[in-house]
């Protein structure tokens, strides 16, 4: 199973609906998990540190799948506030976060509105820190620029390989 996490309504859900379709074809299995309809309450260390409860559950299909496809806006050059919402109630349990992070295949795409770069490199250290692997091509489309075909289904096939 590949999970998809998404954090948007808009392009970027749009993008990861056609990467999901995409390796459907390819005979994969897939879950789309929009990280918008989650509603997760902020995170703040000072408040209730009660973890919500799905939280627990996804780390445990984190854990599971074969790889992950984050799908992210790239916001002020950087990650979007709900995808590091997500992240920090998911690192509160901190050796299942990163035990289902360990070594786990990672694929990054957005669509951008500026070239996306700076948000995959946000994310690629976030992850490599905590040692997934973060594949080394990412899928980047903006207003200017749609989705290459054929690059797109070579990043795809790299990444379904074992």
């Given at each position: 199973m590949i999970l998809?996490?998404v ?15 995409e390796?459907t074809?390819?005979?994969?299995q897939?879950k789309l998990?929009?990280?918008v309809?989650l509603e997760?309450?902020?995170f ?9 409860s799905i ?9 599971e799948?074969?790889g992950?496809?984050?799908v992210?806006?790239?916001?002020n050059?950087s ?6 919402n997500?992240?920090?109630?998911a690192s509160?349990f901190r ?6 992070f360990?070594l786990k295949k990672i ?6 509105g500026?070239?996306?770069?700076d948000?995959c490199?946000?994310i690629?250290?976030?992850?490599s820190r905590i040692g997934s692997?973060v594949?080394?091509k990412e899928?980047?489309?903006?207003y ?14 790299e990444f379904?390989k074992k």
């Amino acid at each position: 199973m590949i999970l998809i996490f998404v954090s948007s309504i808009n392009d970027n859900l749009q993008l990861a609906k056609f990467l999901q379709n995409e390796l459907t074809l390819m005979n994969k299995q897939t879950k789309l998990i929009n990280l918008v309809e989650l509603e997760l309450p902020l995170f703040d260390s000072k408040k209730d540190r009660t973890v919500p409860s799905i939280i627990k559950p996804l780390l445990q299909e984190i854990k599971e799948a074969e790889g992950i496809i984050f799908v992210n806006p790239e916001y002020n050059y950087s990650i979007p506030p709900i995808f590091a919402n997500f992240l920090a109630w998911a690192s509160r349990f901190r050796e299942d976060y990163l035990s289902a992070f360990l070594l786990k295949k990672i694929q990054l795409a957005t669509h951008s509105g500026s070239n996306g770069s700076d948000l995959c490199n946000s994310i690629r250290i976030q992850f490599s820190r905590i040692g997934s692997i973060v594949m080394p091509k990412e899928i980047i489309t903006h207003y200017e620029k749609s989705i290459d075909k054929i690059d797109y289904k070579n990043i795809l096939e790299e990444f379904n390989k074992k």
